[in-house]
């Protein structure tokens, strides 16, 4: 099994509609970051938590990290087109580091 | 400020050929990454440097994988020869500390028939 598992795997939202996509371990995560990938293209930063509890946002997207700091969620307020690809969550297992990611949530927005 | 470079940016090869992946990371910073992902997965890592150093390769598979970054700058993924499972996106990364925020390429989409 995956040790960053991610739900749901795939999802079509209305544009406007809200979302929120969940990124779980089983051991404690040391960092834990938030990319977006287009099909084809890099990974591309979005936010980063370190602290259980620690909230950020940027523009419509917020994420946040439990207190446990074993799961996060991220959620898109208002989705528009411009959000669709495929949202990874990457988490250090450790202090050394090295990332190990989760498999990937893939979003389409209907217009 | 330049982002994280990659190319070629497509090859499509025949097995048991080989092929070279050149990256050259964001200005200043001393850790390099390259990973492999599969086609619906996640990118798992190959192999990362602190500066022209291995930290970490455990998960290269170094009978037909190799890679340098000779002047703890830019760096080269070798695979040879290559089989149809490596058929892959190659990303490579770089972070300004061993901890810091990894910062990707575009990747390079490889096809081996």
């Known amino acids: 099994s995956q040790e960053l598992e991610q739900s749901p795997q795939s999802l079509i939202v209305q544009e406007g509609k809200n979302l929120t996509i969940n990124c779980t371990s089983s051991?404690?995560?040391?960092?834990l970051y938030w990319y977006k990938q287009k099909y084809g293209e890099g990974l591309i930063f979005l936010m980063m938590l370190q602290k259980g509890g620690e909230e950020k946002s940027h523009e419509k997207i917020t994420a946040k990290l439990d207190e446990k700091k074993q799961q996060s969620s991220l959620h898109i307020t208002a989705s528009q087109p411009s959000h669709a690809g495929i949202y990874l969550c990457g988490a250090g297992l450790n202090q050394g580091g090295k990332l190990i990611f989760g498999q990937g949530t893939e979003l389409s927005v209907k217009p | 400020e330049a982002g994280v470079a990659q190319s070629p940016r497509y090859k499509i090869i025949e097995k048991r050929q080989s092929v070279a992946f050149w990256c050259n990371p964001i200005s200043g910073h001393a850790t390099l990454y390259w990973y492999q992902q599969i086609l619906g997965q996640g990118p798992k890592l190959l192999i990362q440097?602190?500066?022209?150093?291995?930290?970490?390769d455990s998960q290269l598979p170094k009978d037909r994988f190799s890679a340098e970054r000779l002047k703890g700058v830019d760096s080269t993924l070798k695979i040879q020869p290559a089989k149809l499972e490596d058929s892959a996106v190659y990303l490579c990364?770089?972070?300004?500390?061993?901890?810091?925020?990894?910062?990707f390429g575009p990747g390079t989409r490889l096809l081996v028939l």
């Open positions: 440097f602190q500066n022209n150093g291995v930290v970490d």
């Open positions: 051991k404690t995560l040391y960092g």
């Open positions: 990364a770089s972070s300004f500390g061993g901890v810091g925020t990894q910062y």
